[in-house]
């Protein structure tokens, strides 16, 4: 980690203790829901590394997990552990944890009116989304190099574009498999309505994975994304963004923003 980071706040003054048996029924049943609409639509949709994650650890549709036995069985595959949150966390603080192989969860879980959308992060997004993917070694291994690189991208004023990064992969990145397109967006999985729409709507774009062509695209947090970018593989995205980006953000400071739907000449369309 850059030494010269010096964290707006202690990390640990963030990790809160839900209590399992405090989650009511209600927000048990809300889990199940959830997960069970998700069950229905993600075989043949959704990659395998994500499908075998929630296997492997166990979630499951019965409810919302018990959040330290969860994080001891993701610890046994791939050293991650999980941490409960209230909600967003500041942005050092966040990357402070990925670097050190923590994903904060937001503890609480929406309201059943709030099924279809959410502005902020629940424990559904969270655990179902994100958790899965960490018990890919490779998978793991990119996000702990992700909290690195915003910790330096903090240092360098750059943080704009690496957040461009993380949302266009992590939260709603699609993958070329020999099977198909499929999801492994934490954002998408995460979505009934954006797991329909990333696939099988003509409308948006699914451009091949650039990691400049990335960093200079705005994106949308109030609709279905209007781009998708489409990785061949984990390793490929953890080579592209394995070398110093420093470089690279002076060359996106010379270079233009472009819009969400925005399509360009050298853009690869799938
Ligand atoms: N905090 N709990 C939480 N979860 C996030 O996904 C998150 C955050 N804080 C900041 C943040 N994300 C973003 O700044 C990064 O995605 C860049
Ligand atoms: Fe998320």
Request: glycine share 8%; net charge negative; proline share 6%.
């Amino acid at each position: 980690m850059p030494a010269e980071v010096k964290l707006s706040t202690d990390p640990d003054d963030f990790i809160v203790k839900p209590d399992w048996n405090a989650y009511t029924e209600t927000e048990h049943a809300t889990w199940r829901t959830l997960f069970q609409r998700q069950a229905a639509l993600l075989p043949g949709r959704a990659c395998r590394e994500f499908l075998d994650g929630l296997e492997t650890l166990g979630v499951a549709a019965d409810g919302i997990p018990d959040f330290e036995r969860l994080s001891d069985v993701l610890e046994g595959e791939t050293g991650w552990r999980i941490i409960a949150v209230e909600g967003l966390v500041p942005d050092d603080v966040f990357f402070h944890y990925l670097a050190n192989r923590r994903f904060p969860v937001t503890w609480w879980i929406r309201k059943p009116e709030q099924m279809d959308y959410l502005q902020e992060p629940d424990a559904f997004h969270d655990i179902y989304g994100h958790v899965p993917m960490l018990a890919n070694p490779v998978f793991g291994d990119y996000m702990e190099a992700y909290g690195k690189g915003g910790l330096k991208a903090l240092g360098l004023n750059a943080l704009n574009y690496l957040a461009r990064l993380y949302w266009y992969t992590v939260e709603f990145g699609l993958i070329d498999t020999a099977e198909g397109m499929r999801i492994y967006g934490a954002g998408i999985v995460s979505s009934k309505g954006e797991s329909i729409h990333c696939l099988d709507d003509p409308k948006p774009n699914r451009l091949g994975f650039d990691l400049l062509r990335i960093m200079q695209t705005n994106y949308r947090i109030d609709d279905y994304q209007e781009s998708y970018f489409v990785i061949d593989s984990f390793d490929q995205l953890f080579a592209a963004t394995a070398p110093d980006f420093t470089p690279y953000y002076d060359e996106l400071r010379r270079r233009p923003m472009l819009k969400p739907g925005d399509v360009l000449d050298g853009d690869k369309r799938f």
